[in-house]
């Protein structure tokens, strides 16, 4: 069955620290995307992609990197991290936009950031 | 731009009632309508969609939705609850010119008493 999977599942890092959550999907889909999920704010778009080598800023992206080396991964990095950016992240795949706009979501990464 | 409200933070329903999760959207257009599901320390999965047609939609685990475009609304509806529908629950919009992002309410979680 194809599958979005995230790596680490938590994580805890140290103010100032550089952070990187790895996201991995079998659905050979073309875009994936990076979610923060806080109370009150429901999933809010960090970073998406269009496929390999692409990267486009979401709604929230400031202290915020993506990397799509492949089809199959899309990384999140936080080179600086801050407590505010403590939240769990999901990734998710997605084949297109429209009528095709579902997207399949990993398991999450819950990240404190002391 | 798009947005999706869905009012209800919390929802508390005795087993065996019937279920209505409110979902409000604001779009210029028709737009694609999803409502997600997210089990404790679990991702997003998928429980119906809505893109034309019968404004009344099936899901899984007999979950219904009905999309009303005078309302701007797209509720979800369960005839009879059991405890395992405990969960939070997202109402989601893609818009109808192809964009790739979707927006997410706040969600709704729901607590079933047994």
């Known amino acids: 069955e194809a599958a979005v999977t995230q790596s680490p599942r938590n994580k805890v890092a140290v103010t100032g620290g550089k952070v990187t959550l790895s996201c991995n999907q079998t659905n050979n889909h073309n875009n994936m995307y990076w979610y923060r999920q806080d109370t009150g704010h429901g999933l809010r778009l960090i970073h998406y992609s269009y496929g390999a080598g692409s990267t486009e800023k979401g709604d929230i992206p400031d202290g915020y990197k993506a990397s799509r080396p492949s089809q199959e991964n899309f990384s999140l990095i936080l080179e600086l991290a801050t407590p505010s950016q403590t939240s769990v992240y999901f990734c998710?795949?997605?084949?297109?936009?429209?009528?095709?706009?579902?997207?399949?979501f990993g398991p999450g990464t819950r990240l404190t950031v002391l | 731009a798009q947005s999706v409200t869905q009012p209800d933070a919390r929802v508390t329903v005795s087993e065996g009632a019937s279920l209505q999760l409110r979902c409000k959207y604001s779009?210029?257009?028709?737009?694609?309508l999803f409502w997600y599901v997210q089990y404790p320390r679990q991702g997003l999965q998928l429980l119906l969609k809505y893109y034309s047609g019968d404004p009344v939609v099936q899901g899984v685990n007999s979950f219904e939705a009905e999309f009303s475009k005078s309302n701007s609304s797209f509720h979800l509806q369960k005839a009879s609850v059991h405890w395992s529908d405990s969960a939070v629950y997202f109402c989601?919009?893609?818009?109808?010119?192809?964009?790739?992002?979707?927006?997410f309410g706040t969600g709704t979680s729901l607590l079933v008493d047994p």
């Open positions: 989601a919009l893609s818009p109808s010119n192809m964009g790739y992002k979707l927006t």
């Open positions: 998710a795949s997605g084949d297109a936009g429209g009528a095709r706009a579902e997207q399949f």
């Open positions: 779009y210029s257009a028709t737009p694609y």
